[in-house]
Structures are given as C-alpha cells and as structure tokens.
C-alpha cells in the first residue's frame, strides 16, 4: 500500500484493543476467515473503515479487520505516534505485559488476560504474573535454549485454533511467532513468510529452537513449522494432535510422525545456537 495524505503507507490513524483478544478478519464480517488476533492493549494502524469495521496493521505488519466493538478510541498524536518510517509506535508509558494474568479495574471489571496482552494503565493482578515491557528480555532472554524451554513451558496444554496466537488457542505458525516474539524475535505471521527467514540450515545439523518446516504441496511452499528441541524432538501447535505436541521425530513407529517426517522440506536458523556461543 502506497503513501498518502492521510499518512504513511496509508495510515490514517490509530487505535488500541480493547477486548482480551481481538479476532482479525479475512473480510469485514462477522463471517469470514480468523486470519490473526490482536491482543489487549496492543497499538494498531488504521488503514480504513467500513461500516462498523476497521482495516489494521498490526506491529507485525500484517493486516486484517477488526469490528470496533474490539477497539478502544481512535487515539490522536498525544497518546501514541508513528516513527519516521511509520513502524513503530511512541509510547508515553511503557506497557506491562501479561504472563497470564486476572486483572481487575473500574474500566473493565475483573477479567482474565493472556499470554503477550499488556495491561490497561489502571488494572490491577489479582492472579498471575505480569513483566514491564522494558524488562520482558530478562523473564525471555533471547537465547535458543531459554526459547525451547518456552516452547514446552508455556504453550503446553495449548488446544490447536486457527488463527489463534495465545495459549488460549493457536495455529502452528501463531505459537511460533508468539513464542520467538516473547524472546525478542520478531518474525512474520504465516507458516510460508516464517519459512524464508533466518539461515538455511542442514538437518543434521538442527539443533534447539531452529525452525522446522514442512509442506503437504506439490510445490513445497511451507504450509506447516515447528520449533526444535534436543534429542530430535519438535514443538508444536499441530491440527492433527488437536494443539500442542512434543514429537520425537524418529518414532516410525507412529503414522503421524512418518506422515511429518516425509513432508520436511528445510530448517532455518533464526537465533545463534547456544552451543555457537561456547568459547
């Protein structure tokens, strides 16, 4: 989308979830295909409206509508404004992140947050935990062993939502970008744009929090990922487990992991091994 007089790239305001989550849509309708979410307190360009609904840009860059009964106000350039190269936002405070989390204030009563939501300036934890924005880094430092961890300790449990990107319900590609976004990489939102990032690498050479692509086309544009753990075992948000599975990737003893296993086409490389940094 080219520039205008209303903005950069397009833009012709902002706005901020309002709802726990925001489900983003293919088409503005109730309808059509969950394409993403957007979570709670997360900024958004305005690209457009149609009736009742809102065309956003995500900080990932991708796009959708969102009906505005999600939304809270359309913000002016007090609260919140675009950089130079109208990417990034400009907090005037700096967001507290939900680990998971019960929060209650006047605004919204009590209500539950997940995992990545930032909280409303005036809610307060009455169950769970939450991290500044500033310090998210410490709690998720972006190492590849502390990233495979996250992958089993946060997401276990995880039913499989198309569309989804929270521990409440995700796809495979939403589990990982939410999961590398936690630890400070950011990567695109689908299946196919994750599996061009990073470094190709060997599969002999696979080693934890590498991603692991796969495809059920005859062209072998990735339609499927999942992050790598020690001992050739993989994370991920798969269909065909119903959510979240840890597979051991030399089980021929199990039809869908030979199914997986004959659909690899590549891994990448998106973060430096741990072992990479040993003296």
Known sequence: MGADAKGPTGVIGHAFVRAAIAPLMAAPSAGSEQRSQRLAGHPLYVLARER???????????????????????????????????????????????????????????????????????????????????????????????????????????????????????????????????????????????????????????EAADLLCFSDREDGRVTHVGVALAGNRMAHVSLGRGGFAVEWLGDDDDPYVRALVASYVGARRVVPSDSSLDP
């Open 52 to 206: 009742a609904w809102v065309r956003v840009r995500g900080l990932d860059d991708y796009e959708g509508w969102v009906h505005e009964g999600y939304l809270m106000r359309i913000v002016d350039d007090n609260v919140v404004v675009p950089a130079a190269d109208g990417q990034d936002f400009v907090l005037t405070y700096v967001p507290r992140v939900s680990l998971g989390v019960v929060v209650r204030s006047e605004r919204h009563g009590a209500r539950a947050l997940p995992l990545g939501a930032w909280l409303d300036l005036d809610e307060e934890v009455e169950q769970g935990q939450e991290v500044s924005l500033a310090q998210l880094h410490d709690v998720f430092p972006m190492e590849a062993g502390a990233i495979a961890q996250s992958a089993t300790e946060w997401f276990e449990g995880t039913s499989y939502l198309w569309g989804g990107i929270t521990p409440w319900g995700c796809d495979c590609s939403g589990f990982v970008q939410s999961l590398y976004g936690l630890h400070g990489v950011t990567l695109p939102r689908d299946a196919w744009q994750q599996g061009s990032v990073g470094d190709p690498i060997d599969r002999a050479a696979v």
